[in-house]
């Protein structure tokens, strides 16, 4: 990889193009989806080796570790990725270096106090004590991570950014089921990551000095800049509280609290599958925020708004048949994958399943914001759904315990993701969302979500899971094509923006879907 110059990134917003998002946008999914094969292989294994009590335990450390990298972290990160993006849309690559500088200086502070919390928290008698310092140390790994993270992205430097995570990943996977094998247990799960968050922070750091451009560090107005940054990361990071509460399981909190590590575990089951299958349509709204910073800094306004339009079909069109499949068939699976032990997941998935639809949208739209720099209408909506999960917690959890929690967590999400897409319409003067296609969409996709659940009640165990789904599948494939489910505006888009990359398969597939020209 070559180090570039500045005369390579002037021309940022020309470039950056719907063919050059959705190339991102596949290093995204793939750096997002594979690890989710990652994770549901460490949660089988953690579940069959620690049992539902030992895997509620490990789930909460691991929950209490993230909640700490996303306090000291999660803001500034967001804040470094949006402006590096924003910088390069205006034509001044020269400020970015010392911009970085600093970032290491902020962010090493935050490491320092996010690691010791943990450390306190272990140093208190929390057991395992060893487990609980070990997620310290990947917790402080994994806040200074986020500098040379924010570049890649900012950059849009998706490959290099992601093809980081994918080989760390499949040696982690690997490690933590042989750990687990021999006896481990919780504490050799955190000591394998530990030791994978060191290798990605020197391997990530590596790709993100080459992404830099090749010039003195002279900025125009650094100091101003320095301003803005950390103006957006205040707000970005009550933010990201708040996203915390409602987008998170932040219901572990409370789980720990008054209910059970079991039930802890049933919850962090059936979270952990919804997230999974948000990976594909997350993985392509991820991408957005650097590119709308950088069409944002060109003032390229009417491109924006095209691409949240088609964004918001686009993700609906893979949503919809999604939702429908994982309501038919995810109970069935879960209890195949888990055991009969997590049975009570089923009905938990179910409940998070409710408003999933809707997710890929939000983040999609607040991804926007973010590049928009809209964060404190964000942080306004969010606050109040904060405020309503928090209380449906207090209320639910103590006498239904995961299911209280699935249904807290569903209502916030929805209380908050309303508000966001109404914003955006309104900011963006408009959405095209072209009803009678997307009607067409819901009718295929619950047609096919019907066929698959009556396999799968029809067919016990195994096979019915594979024929509901390979029956769903075809039923969405036919009723998809005969009602052209697909914009035919977005499948002449896909066609030009994949299709020839793909040897003519994308194109083939689009317009499979796609409506008449």
Same mark, same amino acid.
Request: aromatic residues 8%.
């Given at each position: ?314 993700? $609906?069109?893979? &949503? #919809?048949?999604?939702?429908?499949? *994982?309501? !038919?068939?995810?109970?069935? =699976? @879960? %209890? ?128 019915? $899971?594979?024929? &509901? #789904?390979?029956?769903?599948?075809? *039923?969405? !494939?036919?009723?998809?094509? =005969? @009602? %052209? ?33």
């Amino acid at each position: 990889m070559t180090q570039p110059t500045p005369g390579d990134m002037l021309d940022a917003a020309a470039s950056t193009t719907g063919a050059s998002i959705l190339a991102g946008g596949v290093w995204k999914t793939a750096s997002t989806l594979v690890p989710q094969f990652y994770v549901l292989a460490q949660s089988v294994a953690a579940a069959r080796f620690l049992g539902p009590h030992g895997m509620g335990v490990q789930s909460f450390i691991a929950f209490a570790e993230f909640a700490v990298v996303t306090l000291m972290a999660s803001g500034f990160s967001v804040a470094l990725m949006r402006y590096i993006g924003e910088t390069l849309g205006r034509g001044q690559p020269e400020a970015l270096r010392l911009l970085v500088r600093w970032a290491w200086r902020v962010l090493g502070a935050g490491a320092l106090a996010g690691g010791g919390i943990l450390i306190g928290v272990g140093a208190a008698g929390a057991n395992p004590r060893a487990a609980w310092l070990l997620a310290a140390v990947a917790a402080t790994v994994g806040i200074l991570h986020t500098v040379p993270s924010a570049v890649l992205i900012g950059t849009q430097r998706w490959r290099a950014a992601s093809i980081v995570g994918l080989v760390t990943g499949t040696i982690a996977t690997a490690a933590t089921i042989v750990v687990l094998w021999l006896g481990g247990g919780i504490v050799g799960m955190f000591a394998v990551e530990a030791a994978t968050a060191v290798l990605n922070l020197l391997w990530t750091g590596a790709y993100a000095r080459r992404a830099l451009p090749a010039v003195a560090a002279i900025p125009p107005s650094p100091l101003a800049l320095r301003r803005d940054v950390l103006r957006y990361a205040l707000v970005a990071t009550a933010t990201s509280v708040l996203t915390f509460v409602v987008w998170r399981r932040s219901e572990l909190f409370f789980l720990k609290r008054y209910s059970t590590d079991d039930e802890i575990a049933f919850y962090s089951v059936a979270f952990a599958s919804v997230v999974a299958l948000t990976a594909i349509p997350l993985g392509l709204s991820a991408v957005i925020t650097p590119a709308i910073a950088t069409l944002f800094g060109a003032g390229a306004d009417a491109r924006i708004r095209t691409a949240y339009s088609r964004g918001l079909r686009l993700l $609906l069109f893979l &949503g #919809l048949p999604l939702t429908a499949a *994982a309501l !038919a068939l995810g109970p069935t =699976a @879960l %209890r195949l994958v888990y055991g009969n032990s997590y049975r009570a997941s089923g009905a938990v998935l179910l409940i998070l399943l409710a408003p999933f639809p809707l997710i890929p949208i939000v983040q999609f739209a607040r991804a926007f914001m973010t590049g928009l720099a809209r964060l404190r209408a964000g942080f306004v909506m969010n606050a109040f759904a904060a405020v309503v999960n928090v209380a449906l917690d207090f209320v639910l959890i103590p006498g239904r315990g995961a299911v209280g929690a699935a249904i807290a967590n569903s209502t916030a999400q929805v209380i908050a993701g309303i508000p966001v897409l109404i914003y955006m319409a309104r900011h963006l003067e408009g959405v095209h969302w072209r009803a009678q296609a997307l009607a067409r969409n819901i009718v295929a996709a619950a047609a096919s979500g019907l066929i698959a659940w009556g396999f799968v009640r029809l067919v016990s165990g195994a096979g019915g $899971l594979v024929a &509901g #789904l390979a029956a769903g599948t075809l *039923a969405f !494939a036919a009723l998809g094509h =005969a @009602l %052209r489910v697909l914009p035919a505006e977005d499948a002449v888009w896909l066609e030009e923006a994949v299709g020839a990359r793909a040897g003519g398969k994308v194109g083939r597939a689009v317009r499979f879907f796609g409506g008449p020209r």
